[in-house]
């Protein structure tokens, strides 16, 4: 049994397993089947290791520069929420199924930050993408995929293998003519965004002579799409469990929208806001949990050879750590199969932390959005909720 062919998944028996293990022993990155297809056919290197550290750490320090879990973020995300509520406006009631509008809306925010400036929501390249993305995901998320992810060696059976690495090319290609604009137009002096700074690192090193960087084109694209993949479908699928949650309880839905109502009006809401909703803020932490996005994680791999759970695993296995244990643990929630805000309040109803709330997963490879999705999480479930009320529509058996 070589150590690449099997794909170990991982649940864990208790939190401090999860945070200790993760955090070390799963800490290097591990491709899928597919995606390491996918690479290896555009002559792409998947940057794991030394590499992926690198350009974790270069995409934190400058989209945090960029304003990411910051004022000025909080005002973009503000801005896309308007677009989402003007949108939702015109359907003055009627029945809307929400998925393209907080897929346009969510992403945009990642995109502003990554290319520098929002797109027009009717500028074809960004729809092109976005919809490539969520097609994506779609089929990152079907059953064949899902068993292939498992059991590598039935790639060659998977019949959606062909659209995903099509998906693939798209993205690329749209992705190398934003790079080209973008080289075109580059003030090293004032970048605009995330590739702004990749290019004028890139520029900086090739002038001093630096040999091995890995400031790369390769790298670029791999980080780009990594962080237009996870900041677009994640936060726009939690947004959707909120909704439909809101729907489904509403006596939740009508405490949400009282607690709003006394703490803020009908003013614009602000991060600073969150302290004073402990409700909300339970809430939303209760949708992450119970709507468990990211079951499975994402595939690592292990950094040396471990006995796990009495299990002899060797250093390089693709593990898949199970979120879901952690996240559905009946010793750790009073009520893990319920949809249960008190999860995360006290007894005095102020929001109270959980160390199993592993919704963003642990460790060196946790999310590094985690900072940008709560502030999108916030913003856009609080100022839907202030400004509607959200029903099932009357088919809908729920
Ligand atoms: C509700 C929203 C989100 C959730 C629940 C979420 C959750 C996760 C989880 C569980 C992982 C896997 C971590 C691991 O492998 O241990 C991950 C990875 C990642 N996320 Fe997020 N995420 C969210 C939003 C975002 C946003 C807004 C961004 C954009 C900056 C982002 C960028 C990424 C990237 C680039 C990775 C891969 C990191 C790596 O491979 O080391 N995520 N996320």
Redesign the pocket.
Known sequence: MGPKKWVVLVGYKTVKEALVT?ADVFGD?QPTALMDEVHKGHGLSWSNGET?KEM?RF?LTN?RDFG?GKKACEEKISEECKHLMDILRQYNGKAVDLTEPLYYTVSNI?CSLVYGSPFKYDDPQFTKMVDKMKARVHLAGSPSVAVCNMFPWTKGWIKDREKLLNIFDDLKRENLLLFRRLRETLNPHMCRGFIDAFLVRQMYLEESGGTDSPYTEDNLMSTVL??FA??TD??AT?LRWGLLLMAKYSHIQDQVREEISSVIGSRQVQTEDRKNLPFVDAVIHEI?RFGN??PM??N?RTTQDIVFQGHFIKKGTTVC?L?TSVLYDDAEWENPNTFYPAHFLDDQGKFRKRDAFL?????R??????S??RM??FIFFVSLLQHFRFTAPPWCPC
């Open positions: 993760n990155r992926w974790r995409a989209l990411m990642i990594a962080l996870g900041g994640t936060t939690t992450q996005i990211a994680g994402i690592h750590p979120l919704a963003f997963s642990a460790g490879r946790t999310c590094p959005g985690e940008l999705a999108e999480l």
